[in-house]
T-cell receptor, first 111, second 109 residues
Framework: NAGVTQTPKFQVLKTGQSMTLQCAQD?????MYWYRQDPGMGLRLIYY???????DKGEVPNGYNVSRLNKREFSLRLESAAPSQTSVYFC??????????FGQGTRLTVV | EDKVVQSPLSLVVHEGDTVTLNCSYE??????LLWYKQEKKAPTFLFML????IEKKSGRLSSILDKKELSSILNITATQTGDSAIYLC?????????FGTGTRLQVFP
């Protein structure tokens, strides 16, 4: 009963540090997404991967990189964290004609 | 520019009231419109709509899509305090899925 697994759940970084958020899905979905959610706002798309081996920018890609390691895994990397990247991050996977399934989120604070 | 707009941004009602939440969109190659409920953690799926005019229902919640007007509504009848949440509308198009800003619903006893 896994679905989408996202790690870590919480993280505090200092400005300039780097980190990678991991996401894995076991539903054999082709598409995977990374979103950020700031207080009082909806989810904004950072990057997405429509299939293994492809990645594309979403609405707010600056300051992030992604890797679609294989069909199951899609990671998000912050190379040099900034306070503006303090947010809650969600990974999601989706198949055509099905709803998106979300991980439980990562609460990231950059000080 | 592709966008999803929800209204109202915030709604405060009393238990038993009926509410209507709106979602409008401007995207190319529309595929589907989805409604989610978000409480403290990740969004949970409510409805997926792909065809105009077909109402989807689940208990006190219902939703319908109007492709001509590029919009959808989510109705909640006989609201309860447990309905308090952020309701998110998302639109799938091409390979993307983008969200509106959400409607925060607060239901008081």
């Amino acid at each position: 009963n896994a679905g989408v697994t996202q790690t870590p759940k919480f993280q505090v970084l200092k400005t300039g540090q780097s980190m990678t958020l991991q996401c894995a899905q076991d539903m054999n979905h082709n598409s995977m997404y990374w979103y950020r959610q700031d207080p009082g706002m909806g989810l904004r798309l950072i990057y997405y991967s429509a299939s293994e081996g492809t990645t594309d920018k979403g609405e707010v890609p600056n300051g992030y990189n992604v890797s679609r390691l294989n069909k199951r895994e899609f990671s998000l990397r912050l190379e040099s964290a900034a306070p503006s990247q303090t947010s809650v991050y969600f990974c999601a996977s989706i198949e055509v004609r099905s709803p998106a399934f979300f991980g439980q989120g990562t609460r990231l604070t950059v000080v | 520019e592709d966008k999803v707009v929800q209204s109202p941004l915030s709604l405060v009602v009393h238990e038993g009231d009926t509410v209507t939440l709106n979602c409008s969109y401007e995207v190319t190659n529309f595929r589907s419109l989805l409604w989610y409920k978000q409480e403290k953690k990740a969004p949970t799926f409510l409805f997926m709509l792909t065809s105009s005019g077909i109402e989807k229902k689940s208990g006190r919640l219902s939703s319908i899509l109007d492709k001509k007007e590029l919009s959808s509504i989510l109705n909640i009848t006989a609201t309860q305090t447990g309905d308090s949440a952020i309701y998110l509308c998302a639109v799938g198009f091409t390979d993307k899925l983008i969200f509106g800003t959400g409607t925060r619903l607060q239901v008081f006893p």
